[in-house]
């Protein structure tokens, strides 16, 4: 076995002893570097009884990417959404893109590339006790997916999310939200895509008094866009 993969699983008897979130990116990450990871996050896709709305736990967020994202609707033809919501086990971007390659998911992949400088990535699906679907994601201009490392990968990845998730919900509870109800379920149909008279029907309410809630909302949030004050929210736990 490579010495870079014995590295990796090294890390994963260590990991309980770890503690703080930044510390356990940074360690994974050298680890990882062999490997042609430069990026790498664990990520809270679902909760039972609760809106698909996709967040970063730790690692990398690109802030950018991630409202260039929401703001596009991207979700819809993201290949490894539909192969994260069509099998259990890790995949590699590549192999997402080959098997639910369209027009739509091909400029999902440039726009990433574009934002992130990111050509490949691997994907490990987790789910915890409560039934919560997580994943963690490792990335970069250029990987090794070699059986031995896609191995080494899917357990230190397991791992990781699952630890990742004990340290965010041991030491960073969420803010309390400023938010009403009304502006939390507006800011949700914001990300699912909608415009304000779409919403507007949704929730039985004119256009014009959604436009006023999302005003509000943005003015709690200090953005002058929707789709950033949607994303600002979700990150902070507050649609939840």
Not at 83 to 93: D, K, V
Not at 135 to 150: H, I, K, N, W, Y
Not at 168 to 186: H, I, K, M, T, Y
Request: net charge neutral; glycine share 10%.
């Amino acid at each position: 076995m490579r010495s870079e993969v014995v590295r990796v699983l090294e890390f994963v008897g260590e990991i309980d002893g770890i503690d703080d979130a930044n510390a356990l990116v940074e360690h994974l990450k050298v680890r990882l570097e062999p490997f042609g990871v430069s990026c790498l996050s664990a990520n809270l896709i679902h909760v039972p009884g609760q809106p698909i709305n996709p967040r970063v736990l730790v690692g990398e967020r690109w802030r950018e990417w991630g409202r260039h994202y929401v703001r596009n609707a991207y979700w819809e033809d993201d290949p490894a959404v539909k192969q994260l919501l069509g099998s259990a086990r890790p995949f590699a971007w590549s192999e997402a893109l080959a098997e639910y390659r369209t027009r739509g998911a091909e400029a999902v992949m440039g726009a990433c590339f574009e934002h992130t400088g990111c050509r490949e990535g691997f994907v490990v699906p987790v789910r915890d006790t409560d039934g919560a679907v997580l994943t963690g994601a490792f990335s970069g201009p250029a990987m090794d997916l070699c059986p031995e490392v896609r191995g080494a990968l899917y357990l230190a990845g397991t791992y990781f999310v699952l630890r990742g998730r004990e340290i965010v919900d041991g030491f960073n509870p969420p803010l309390p939200s400023p938010l009403s109800a009304r502006q939390v379920e507006c800011l949700r149909w914001v990300r699912a895509g909608k415009t304000d008279a779409e919403i507007g029907v949704l929730l039985g309410i004119s256009a014009r008094t959604v436009h006023n809630h999302l005003e509000k909302a943005k003015g709690l949030l200090n953005t002058p866009k929707r789709a950033v004050a949607a994303s600002e929210a979700w990150e902070r736990g507050w649609l939840a």
